[in-house]
């Protein structure tokens, strides 16, 4: 029976899930709705299109929705936190179609600081499978602004955030190295990608900033291809992620990684960590619909099936 | 007595100095004519406007003009080199008034690999003028691309790149750093410029990629202001460019270091230097100018006043 409706909505994309009683999903859409790129009529427009013909049920959504800008802005919840407090710090919006929409606060690291608004709930899907996770884990979500977080009994208790996407992004489209590349050219060439992570890992402490630059000198050479350019930055700066978030510690000193979030990009990173030395496990998909669920769940949002009301 | 006309053009701009026959500046003048930005007529009309009214006169040049999409392509240089290998090694272009225009040869360093195009003539122009420095030094040029050379007995045996000033441009302009801060904001402010340097320096081994994103976290918190990022942004770049530079090395193990380059920019690094307990000289000013002067002199492309030809 549908129960829930799930939203992931983010910087430049839209996801909706329908849940069943079990928090199982029965459907799944997707639009490139955006906070920032919103349709005519806004997020009430955008959510009554996503929705449409779906049962009435309890919606909650978590990411950016909920940031300055967003639906409605939520205070960032602090750390140490856990899927109860974030349970208990939901606020909500009225719809247009006069039914609240709940929504999921971000987390803030005041250690750091750093934030992060949509992956708490990532994190919480995962680990809400998988007890080992929830014990001891360092949660690696890449993406645009990857997070390292690292989990304690089921507890968020730190984490850190590197612009690895962003800027291999900007630098492909914006800088003198991308000068001449393809702009539909991809960083899908595994072995010229290993290159790029070797070429961190050989910095040493110097870091992948201090080495960047030789991407133009090889071009110029020759030795490196417009093709095979994006996959060596792709390879240089999620190595420089690794290099930088490990620095100092030996793979025993870091807590078993689960890698949460698109599979290609996740095999991607495991394959990088692994020349650091660091293996790496890929959680479970659609973490996401899962954390949400979890936490409807936790606020006592909906009623369950027996067997999930017991987990 | 007017002898010799030196360019710097360079991808941006273009700057034409007029010397007397014994190196003395007698005139300058600039134009915002890059090589990727000539005036109608290209490069013989930003010529001829540039050098209007002055006597006819031995021309050279350095910078970007000799690069793959210059006025003509000029072969890198190998390392090491002095100014008699640059001079021997001239290339030249005819202009549409009939007389030649001389061409610098750009420098790579092939263990890198890395290459250079205009600060070589900078380089030259700087340790012709300091015979400490021409004997053991790290000739740091900072810009877009800062250089970091070394120089041994007179020779460039050494270089690397840090794309640092194109990397703040980046992040000021396009990423989620820059959102909310204004187009003319500057980086002038001393004290938040350290904040940055610090930032980086407290990061150790892991650098300040892994330190970035606090910027954003900063600023949702109101602990850095729209004015206060450019600083704070410059600040953590430009520690990274030196701890990069640096890396496992002790001060004592570090060269002698002259700054060359635009003074406000150089006095910058030099304060940033000391926070990583590194000491900096200011180079004479005009390294490209004198630069040039050398290396026509060397290739006896001009007749020079005595007190110069000892030199």
Redesign the interface.
Known sequence: MATLIALDWGTSSLRAYLLDDGGAIIDVRQRPWGVRNLPDGGFDAALADITRDWPRCVRIAAGMIGA?GGWHEMA?LDLPTDVARVAESLGEVSALDGDPVHLVPGL?DTQ????MRGEETQILGAVARDPALSANATLLLPGT?SKWAEVRAGRVIGF????TG??YA??LQ????GAGVDDDAQADDAIVFLRGVRETRA????????????L???W??G?LSPTELPSYLSGLLIG??I???S??REAADVSPIALVGDPVLCARYRKALREFGFSATLAPDNAAAHGLWRIAVSAGLIATASREARA
Do not use: C, K, W
């Open positions: 300055r960032y803030r750091r600081p750093d934030v602004h850190r955030t590197a612009m962003e800027l900007l630098l914006h800088s003198i190295l910095s040493g402490d110097a870091g992948a900033l201090s080495r960047i630059f030789t133009r000198a090889q110029l050479n030795t420089e992620e290099r930088g978030m620095a100092g």
